[in-house]
């Protein structure tokens, strides 16, 4: 098991060494009481004598009574072992998934990170309880099962060992191609996952265009992909329990026609060839575990090589060794940036981006679809990382700041806003946790939500549903606003955030902002032209490229492209 998983065993050692040492214990245990029916048939039953019977007898009670407290313990112990690491990792996961940039988490894809969270974790708490059960206990019971039988009887224990050597080559042959199988297995999983995300986050598109039998259609295509992978690696594992039996009997036969031999040639007793047969069912029975034991832990492998993963991963945007923890002010600079998705040499979707935005500033930016507004902003609060040029912040580079820092004094609004369950109050204070009430009725007033919260029984008490399901989008995209603004960050940014209220409430929503707060940078992204007229000035974006940067009446006398954005406002 890799380094990174057996970091999370942590404030669990105690259990994880407790659980295979009683195990075992408990296996070797279980070992003598073949050897005592062979002294209660030889010195008791065959001599008829009852005292031998009755000594021998308590002597096995004994040790099943106490391989079976062992065992028990142990069960109990591998228990809290298992599922104090399954706790562990995916609190760790947690922690690791919240450093990653965009740029990890497009990499691995949510649908992946919540199967890794629940399903791979799963897989490896039950392989953990396996191993820690069965997997110290079953070699070294079998190991001294063998030795006792080489004192029984040398011969019989070479038929044996045989059978033991052949099912465990056939198994490791097994194994090895069953663990490739479920890595593929588990990126299947994946996209049946992608698919089930997709569908039920856009249910409302699936059900307004009545496309469900559509949708059906794509979902049992992926289920039945994963079904057919994992028939695949069960009809593999179906051999095992054929091999294992096809060895117990050849190893029965064997073990019986040599035993009769000897018994009529004298060389064996009665009650040796009944221990051993009682060695060689117990030592099948421990092979049997020791199967189920690896085919769990097959399936496991994939599993925690998709966990590992995560967690040895190291995000993309990490903080520098003495980070800037201060922001001087809102100013933004991009030198020459140019920007691409992913890795590789894909095509740039910002090229040489060259602007100069000065602190207090109001600036609109608008283009096409397409045109990169959006890719333009994400690089200022460094949701992705330039592929050339630099953004500088507050005079340092985006690069140059802690986290923390950077996220802290600016402050996103998205279009599609996302609120949590609970109250108008406990949302507002995501933005800042120690809000007072004035200072959040203050933020509420500029993003103009203290009307509809007024109105709602409770006020800034009032119940939110999951998602704001019980707000309509208007009231939604204020209050994420209000969030936003009681941080009173250095820079907002509004990506397309006003676009479900009306040109009334959103040009008081800017004024509001621009008296109140002055010293505030403020970058508006919009598809509407005539929302950003009065900005301080304008960025014009065309196909990754800056078209014009300039005030509303400079950029009509000297940008095209603008102007086509404002005659097509307009008719």
């Known amino acids: 098991m890799k380094n990174s998983i057996l970091k999370q065993v942590r404030q669990y050692k105690?259990?994880?060494?407790?659980?295979?040492?009683l195990m075992i214990l408990g296996g070797l245990l279980e070992t003598m009481i073949p050897l005592m029916t062979a002294h209660i048939v030889d010195d008791g039953i065959s001599q008829s004598n009852m005292a031998e019977v009755m000594r021998w007898g308590g002597y096995m009670l004994f040790f099943a009574v106490s391989a079976l407290v062992c065992a028990l313990f142990g069960y109990v112990a591998s228990a809290k072992a298992s599922s104090g690491l399954a706790a562990n990792l995916r609190e760790e996961m947690f922690k690791r998934i919240q450093s990653f940039s965009f740029a990890d988490l497009d990499r691995y894809g949510v649908p992946s990170l919540v199967t890794r969270?629940?399903?791979?974790?799963?897989n490896i708490q039950t392989a953990v309880q396996t191993i820690l059960t069965q997997f110290f206990k079953t070699p070294?019971?079998?190991?001294?099962?063998?030795?006792?039988?080489?004192?029984?009887n040398m011969s019989l224990s070479y038929v044996l060992m045989a059978g033991v050597a052949l099912i465990g080559v056939f198994l490791s042959l097994i194994i090895i191609r069953s663990i490739r199988m479920y890595r593929q297995v588990y990126n299947d999983y994946d996209s049946m996952n992608d698919r089930v995300q997709e569908n039920v986050t856009g249910i409302r598109v699936v059900k307004s265009f009545a496309a469900e039998e559509a949708e059906s259609?794509?979902?049992?295509?992926?289920?039945?992909?994963?079904?057919?992978?994992?028939?695949?690696?069960?009809?593999?594992l179906a051999f095992n329990n054929p091999v294992m039996m096809m060895a117990l009997e050849f190893c029965f036969i064997g073990i019986a026609w040599i035993g009769a031999h000897q018994i009529s040639a004298g060389s064996m007793t009665t009650g040796d060839l009944t221990g051993f047969i009682a060695y060689a069912f117990q030592i099948m029975s421990y092979m049997a575990m020791l199967v189920l034991s690896f085919?769990?832990?097959a399936s496991s492998f994939a599993s925690i090589r998709r966990v590992s993963e995560v967690l040895e991963d190291e995000p993309a945007i990490a903080d520098p060794k003495e980070p800037v923890r201060e922001m001087k002010d809102g100013s933004v600079e991009f030198s020459h940036v140019c920007f691409r998705y992913g890795e590789g040499e894909g095509k740039n979707v910002l090229e040489d981006i060259d602007l100069s935005i000065r602190s207090g500033e109001m600036i609109g930016v608008v283009g096409a679809t397409g045109s990169s507004k959006t890719s333009l902003i994400n690089l200022i609060s460094r949701l992705y990382d330039v592929n050339k040029g630099s953004v500088k912040v507050g005079g340092s580079d985006v690069r140059e700041y802690d986290a923390d820092t950077l996220t802290g004094e600016i402050a996103v609004?998205?279009?599609?806003?996302?609120?949590?369950s609970g109250t108008i109050a406990d949302n507002l204070r995501w933005g800042k946790p120690d809000a007072s009430l004035q200072e959040m009725e203050e933020a509420c007033r500029m993003a103009c939500a203290d009307a509809f919260i007024a109105e709602k029984e409770g006020g800034y008490e009032a119940a939110v549903e999951q998602g704001g399901a019980n707000l309509s989008g208007g009231q939604r995209q204020r209050l994420c606003l209000a969030r936003a603004l009681i941080r009173k960050p250095r820079i907002l940014i509004l990506d397309d955030a006003l676009s479900a209220l009306d040109t009334a409430t959103e040009s008081k929503i800017r004024r509001a902002l621009k008296e109140d707060m002055p010293e505030m940078t403020k970058l508006i992204i919009t598809q509407r032209v005539g929302s950003v007229r009065e900005a301080d000035r304008i960025i014009v974006l065309d196909k990754g490229r800056v078209a014009g940067f300039d005030g509303h009446e400079g950029l009509m006398q000297s940008c095209e492209i603008y102007r086509e954005l404002c005659s097509a406002a307009e008719g």
């Open 295 to 297: 085919v769990q832990l």
């Open 140 to 152: 070294v019971a079998i190991v001294y099962s063998l030795l006792l039988t080489m004192q029984l």
């Open 413 to 420: 609004v998205l279009q599609k806003n996302v609120l949590f």
């Open 217 to 236: 259609k794509k979902f049992d295509d992926a289920a039945g992909i994963v079904r057919h992978g994992f028939v695949r690696v069960e009809r593999l």
């Open 117 to 122: 969270q629940t399903t791979d974790v799963t």
């Open 14 to 21: 105690s259990v994880f060494i407790a659980a295979p040492v």
